[in-house]
């Protein structure tokens, strides 16, 4: 069936580096895509979107990037900050809104 | 604005027990959502109302129903539980079928033992 799934299920980067978070999807019908970011103990919270007539969107601090040729999404953030720990999902539209999510990736930055 | 809540936060319940989950948005938002998430896992829809009124089955229907109590209020029942729905529970809503972003309540932490 579609599905939507990520590469790394860990990512280790350095406080002020860059990060950058992969994605595979195989829904290429879905109309829009959307990262996620989900602290410890908290319900997921919106980070940006990108519609699939789109190459690139850039948010504060983080850059989204869709390559509809090899079916990859990516999430970039600048300057990675302690705060930016967390575990980040993408996620695809499918037909009324219903979202389809990733399996996640665990974001881990280093003082 | 309080954004969506949900209550309980956390629940145990024995095998065959029967329970509901509430959950509110006070955004008025027409579209409303349940998700599970087992450890590890990403999110995976139950159901969803993309309206008041209406109530459609996501993914993983079986073993749930849900009201759309009104536009505010959308509830989840779980009337036999299994040790298989042991997981997190999370309630979210959207504006509308026109925008794409889904607020999130904190969860409902669910134990069947």
């Known amino acids: 069936g579609e599905s939507v799934g990520l590469h790394l299920p860990t990512l280790s980067v350095q406080e002020g580096d860059n990060s950058i978070i992969n994605c595979a999807y195989s829904?290429?019908?879905?109309?829009?895509f959307i990262w996620y970011k989900q602290e410890s103990g908290k319900g997921p919270q919106f980070i940006i979107d990108?519609?699939?007539?789109?190459d690139k969107r850039q948010g504060q601090r983080v850059t989204v990037l869709l390559n509809k040729t090899v079916k990859h999404l990516s999430l970039q953030i600048a300057a990675t900050q302690p705060g930016d720990s967390a575990v980040y999902f993408c996620?695809?539209?499918?037909?009324?809104?219903?979202?389809?999510f990733g399996g996640g990736t665990r974001l881990m930055v280093k003082p | 604005n309080a954004g969506v809540t949900q209550t309980p936060k956390f629940q145990v319940l024995k095998t065959g027990q029967s329970m509901t989950l509430q959950c509110a948005q006070d955004m008025n938002h027409n579209s409303m959502y349940w998700y599970r998430q087992d450890p590890g896992m990403g999110l995976r829809l139950i159901y969803y109302?993309?309206?008041?009124?209406?109530?459609d089955k996501g993914e993983v229907p079986n073993g749930y129903n849900v009201s759309r109590l009104n536009k505010r209020e959308f509830s989840l029942r779980l009337e036999s539980a299994a040790p298989s729905q042991t997981s997190v529970y999370f309630c979210a809503s959207q504006e509308g079928l026109a925008t794409v972003e889904q607020f999130f309540g904190p969860g409902t932490r669910l134990t069947v033992l």
């Open positions: 996620a695809e539209n499918n037909a009324g809104n219903m979202l389809t």
């Open positions: 109302s993309a309206s008041e009124g209406t109530t």
């Open positions: 990108i519609r699939s007539n789109m």
């Open positions: 829904n290429s019908a879905s109309d829009y």
